[in-house]
Structures are given as C-alpha cells and as structure tokens.
C-alpha cells in the first residue's frame, strides 16, 4: 500500500514582491528618458552667463518682454537652476531631505506600485485602499504645511523664482533665436508636458487597479 502524496507548495509561488515590479521599472524607465529628452533642450551656459549681453531694462513692461522671451529659450537652464537651489538647501538640511524622501518612498512603496490585490498591513492591522490614501493624504499635508520642510521648500523656490527674474529681466534678448517649434509663448514649464504624460501613463496602470 503507497503512502499517501503529501503536497509540496512551491514557495516562490507563495511569496509576492512588496511592489508592482514591472509598473516601477517602466515608471524609472519613462522618467529617465523624459529627463533625458529636456535636458537636451538645454541652452549652452555661456549664453546664459554672457555678460556683455547684461543691461538694465528701461522700463517695467521692457523687463517683463524680456523675462518672458529668456523663459522660453532658457526653460531648461532655469530649471536646471531651481532643481540645484532645492538639492543645495534640502543637502544643507539633513532631516528635512530624509523626511521628504521618507515621504516620496511611502506613497511609492505603499500606494501607488504596491499589488492591489495585497492589503497593507501594520502591526496586525488591514488597511483598505481608501485608508491608505487617505493616511498618505494627511500625512502629505502634515509634511508639507506644518514642519520646516515646507518653509524650506518655499524658501528655497522663492530664492530660485528671484534669480530667474532677475537674470532674465537683465538678460538682453536681442541675439536669442528661438527655434520655430518652439514659439516664444510656449510656457516655462512646456517641455515637462510630454515628461508628465509619459510617467502619468506608466503609473497609471497600478492607479486604475485600485478604482
């Protein structure tokens, strides 16, 4: 008489990873190549720093022409700038930059890329879908408005804003050529546009699964 088959559970079919490894990958992938992609509309840094192109403008509405052309032909050279100003002051704040990087890795690991079909679980305790977001929700805005990462944030954008205006407003751009896609009312922010559909549409697979 043959013993009775005793099932063997193939571990590896048990064990889940802690997020939705594909949707983080293409995520990371989309991300760096829409970096890579604004970063080669960067103007060279010499026309930025030329100082035999530096005069004082003569009015208030001849500043704001000028701020208005320079944002649309060195968008990414500014950015470039404000992002370096951030790095600088959250570099400079040790704790600030690990409670915002504790803050990104949360709504990354907890909610947004973490399989829908496995629950949070703390300490003994499920946590729905709604309350997870609803916890990172008030998390965020307890980060955000009620430490010092905020008032860095701000004070550090403020710095950044302030030297945009200024330099464009003294930036003569009479010897600027902007290329014919790219017309003058194009908008500081407008090559992040296809940036943000491409990581939108990458994490948007891992979002919809939890409507």
């Given at each position: 008489?043959?013993?009775?088959?005793?099932?063997?559970?193939?571990?590896?079919?048990?064990?889940?990873?802690?997020?939705?490894?594909?949707?983080?990958?293409?995520?990371?992938?989309?991300?760096?190549?829409?970096?890579?992609?604004?970063?080669?509309?960067?103007?060279?840094?010499?026309?930025?720093?030329?100082?035999?192109?530096?005069?004082?403008?003569?009015?208030?509405?001849?500043?704001?022409?000028?701020?208005?052309?320079?944002?649309?032909?060195?968008?990414?050279?500014?950015?470039?700038?404000?992002?370096?100003?951030?790095?600088?002051?959250?570099?400079?704040?040790?704790?600030?930059?690990?409670?915002?990087?504790?803050?990104?890795?949360?709504?990354?690991?907890?909610?947004?890329?973490?399989?829908?079909?496995?629950?949070?679980?703390?300490?003994?305790?499920?946590?729905?879908e709604r309350e997870t977001l609803g916890i990172l929700v008030v998390?965020?805005?307890?980060?955000?408005?009620?430490?010092?990462?905020?008032?860095?944030?701000?004070?550090?954008?403020?710095?950044?804003?302030?030297?945009?205006?200024?330099?464009?407003?003294?930036?003569?751009?009479?010897?600027?050529?902007?290329?014919?896609?790219?017309?003058?009312?194009?908008?500081?922010?407008?090559?992040?546009?296809?940036?943000?559909?491409?990581t939108a549409v990458a994490a948007a697979p891992a979002v919809i699964?939890?409507?």
């Open positions: 008489m043959s013993s009775p088959t005793i099932p063997i559970s193939n571990p590896q079919t048990l064990s889940q990873p802690p997020i939705a490894t594909p949707a983080f990958r293409t995520f990371l992938s989309r991300l760096s190549i829409s970096i890579r992609q604004g970063f080669s509309q960067r103007r060279p840094w010499y026309e930025l720093i030329d100082r035999s192109s530096m005069a004082r403008p003569d009015s208030i509405s001849e500043a704001a022409t000028r701020i208005r052309k320079n944002l649309s032909y060195f968008k990414v050279n500014y950015i470039t700038l404000l992002a370096l100003i951030l790095a600088f002051s959250l570099l400079s704040h040790p704790l600030s930059l690990l409670v915002l990087l504790s803050l990104l890795a949360s709504w990354i690991f907890l909610y947004l890329f973490r399989p829908s079909d496995q629950p949070l679980a703390i300490l003994g305790r499920t946590f729905s998390l965020t805005i307890v980060v955000i408005f009620l430490t010092s990462v905020g008032s860095l944030l701000i004070s550090a954008l403020m710095v950044g804003f302030a030297l945009v205006c200024a330099h464009g407003a003294f930036r003569v751009p009479d010897d600027l050529f902007l290329d014919d896609q790219e017309p003058a009312s194009a908008g500081f922010l407008s090559f992040l546009g296809g940036g943000a559909s491409s699964a939890r409507v």
